[in-house]
C-alpha cells in the first residue's frame, strides 16, 4: 500500500474526531481542483490569537483491539486498516509543511497492541520532527488512556496540546458502548496532563530554559446523541471537567451512526448538530460569562431550549433583573444581557467614566443592538424601536433560522455540514413556556 492510499485511509478515519475547528463543507464542483485539501486530511484551528491554522489530520494507525460500539475504527469492524511508521508520517508532514500546505500536526492513533505501544509509536514520530527536522509548528496529540505517566508526560513535552477523549457523559454509557474502557483510565491521564501544566507555572520561572510540558493546555471531546443523557447532565460534567482539570476547551460531536448496534441510533438517523450548537453557546457562557450550568436550566427541565439560545431564555425567565441602567450596571450583569459580549461589556465600563452612554454610542461600542434593546436602558431612555407585542419580541431574539423554524413557514436552513440534521421539535409545555416569556418586560 503506497503512502498516499495509506493518508486517504488514515485521515478519513480521523474525520469523526472533533477536537479542531474545520468547516466540514466539501466543494463537490471543484473536487480535487486547486486548493481543496480535503482528500489530504487537512483541517483547520484556531490559535488564541484568532489566527486560522492548518492541521494535517491524521491517525498514526487504525488498527484497534477495543470494540467501542460507536466508533469506526473498532475491532469487529470490516473496515480497510493501514498504518504509518513513524519515520513515515514524520516525513510526510515535513513534506507538506514544505509545500505550504499545512502548519502543523494533529495526531491520534487507535490503540493497535497495548496503550504503551501506541503512544510509543506516537513518540517517535514527534521525536523525529522535533528532533531531527527541527520542527516547530503546532502539533496537537491525543493521550491514550492506560498508558504510562512517563510516557504521557514524554508525548507532553514534545506536542503543543494533549487531549483525552472522554467519549461518552457518564460512566454507565462508557461500560455499556465501551466495556473495553473505564472512567478511571480516561481520567488518570487528564490529572497528568493537569500536574504537568501546573509544573510549567512553577519550575519554568527557575528553569526558563526547559521544554514546556504541553503549554497550550488539553481539551476532550463529548459525543451528543449516541446515549441518552440530557443537556444537563453534559453540562454538569463539562462545568466539572474545567474546574478540576482546568481544560482549555471541551469539544461537542454529534453522534454519526455508523455501526450497527442494538444500544445506539440506527444508521442514517441524522445527527443532532442543532443540539450541538446548543451545547457549543452554553459552554460558552459557561466559560467566559460567568453562569453555572445549573443557570441555564429551568426546573427540572433536561434540554436546552430549541428555538432560543441559552442567554436570551435565561434573560427571559429573570425579568425581575431588567431592564439594566447601562451607565450603572456592574460589568458582571452586563454579561448576562443577550446581544453584550465580554469585550463590549468592558468598553461599556471604560467608556462610561468619560461620558453618559446612548443608544448610538452603545452601537458604536458593539452592542447588538438588536437584542440588548429589550434588556437595557442608556441615561434612563429605552430604544426608540422596541417592539411591544409578544410574538415580536420572541421573533425579534431568533436567528433568522430559529424564527424559520419556529413559524414552520419555511424548510430549515441546511448549517455547513455533510449530513442531513435532526430538526428540533417544541413540546406543549415548551410552546406553553414560550408565551409565558414573551409576557411583557
Not at 67 to 75: E, F, H, K, L, P
Not at 87 to 116: C, K, Q
Not at 121 to 132: C, K
Not at 323 to 350: C, D, F, Q
Request: charged fraction near 25%; proline fraction near 5%; hydrophobic fraction near 40%.
Amino acid at each position: 500500500m503506497d503512502t498516499m492510499e495509506k493518508l486517504r485511509i488514515l485521515s478519513d478515519a480521523a474525520k469523526y474526531d472533533a477536537a479542531c475547528t474545520s468547516s466540514g463543507a466539501q466543494k463537490s464542483a471543484q473536487r480535487g481542483g486547486i486548493g481543496s485539501a480535503e482528500a489530504c486530511g487537512i483541517c483547520h484551528s484556531f490559535a488564541a490569537d484568532g489566527r486560522c491554522i492548518s492541521l494535517l489530520k491524521v491517525l498514526q494507525t487504525n488498527v484497534c483491539v477495543y470494540d467501542c460500539a460507536y466508533c469506526v475504527n473498532r475491532r469487529s469492524n470490516d473496515t480497510r486498516r493501514a498504518s504509518f511508521s513513524s519515520r513515515e508520517l514524520a516525513e510526510l508532514t515535513i513534506a507538506f509543511y514544505r509545500r505550504n500546505y499545512i502548519e502543523g500536526l494533529f495526531l491520534s492513533s487507535g490503540v493497535a497492541g497495548t496503550p504503551d505501544a501506541a503512544t510509543e509509536t506516537m513518540i517517535e514520530t514527534l521525536r523525529i520532527l522535533r528532533d531531527e527536522y527541527r520542527f516547530s509548528g503546532y502539533i496537537h496529540a491525543k493521550a491514550i488512556p492506560g498508558a504510562d505517566a512517563a510516557l504521557v508526560r514524554r508525548l507532553g513535552l514534545l506536542a503543543d496540546r494533549l487531549s483525552v477523549n472522554i467519549e461518552l457523559p457518564s460512566g454507565q454509557s462508557l461500560q455499556r458502548l465501551a466495556p473495553d474502557k473505564t472512567k478511571t483510565a480516561i481520567l488518570a491521564p487528564m490529572s497528568l496532563i493537569r500536574g504537568g501544566i501546573d509544573e510549567n507555572r512553577r519550575d519554568l520561572v527557575r528553569f526558563r530554559h526547559s521544554p514546556h510540558f504541553a503549554p497550550a493546555g488539553q481539551s476532550t471531546q463529548i459525543i451528543i446523541g449516541a446515549t441518552n443523557e440530557t443537556d444537563r447532565q453534559i453540562l454538569t460534567l463539562t462545568s466539572a471537567l474545567y474546574e478540576r482539570y482546568r481544560l482549555k476547551r471541551v469539544f461537542y460531536s454529534a453522534y454519526i451512526p455508523v455501526n450497527d448496534a442494538r444500544a445506539l441510533p440506527p444508521v442514517g438517523t441524522p445527527p443532532p448538530l442543532w443540539r450541538e450548537h446548543r451545547l457549543y453557546q452554553a459552554d460558552w457562557l459557561l466559560r467566559f460569562y460567568g453562569f453555572s450550568s445549573d443557570e441555564l436550566f429551568h426546573g427540572t427541565e433536561g434540554r436546552l431550549h430549541p428555538y432560543l439560545d441559552p442567554k436570551c431564555h435565561w434573560a427571559l425567565r429573570h425579568k425581575e433583573i431588567f431592564p439594566l441602567e447601562v451607565n450603572r450596571a456592574p460589568y458582571e450583569l452586563l454579561l448576562r444581557v443577550p446581544g453584550v459580549g465580554v469585550k463590549s461589556a468592558w468598553r461599556i465600563t471604560r467608556a462610561r467614566r468619560a461620558a453618559t452612554l446612548t443608544w448610538d454610542a452603545l452601537a458604536k461600542i458593539g452592542v447588538v443592538t438588536k437584542r440588548a434593546r429589550h434588556f437595557l436602558v442608556a441615561n434612563g431612555k429605552r430604544c426608540f424601536d422596541t417592539p411591544a407585542a409578544k410574538e415580536d419580541l420572541l421573533l425579534d431574539l431568533m436567528s433568522p433560522r430559529e424564527r424559520a423554524l419556529f413559524r414552520e413557514e419555511t424548510a430549515p436552513v441546511r448549517q455547513l455540514s455533510l449530513f442531513e440534521e435532526e430538526t428540533p421539535t417544541l413540546s406543549p409545555i415548551e410552546r406553553k413556556e414560550l408565551s409565558c416569556l414573551a409576557a411583557p418586560m
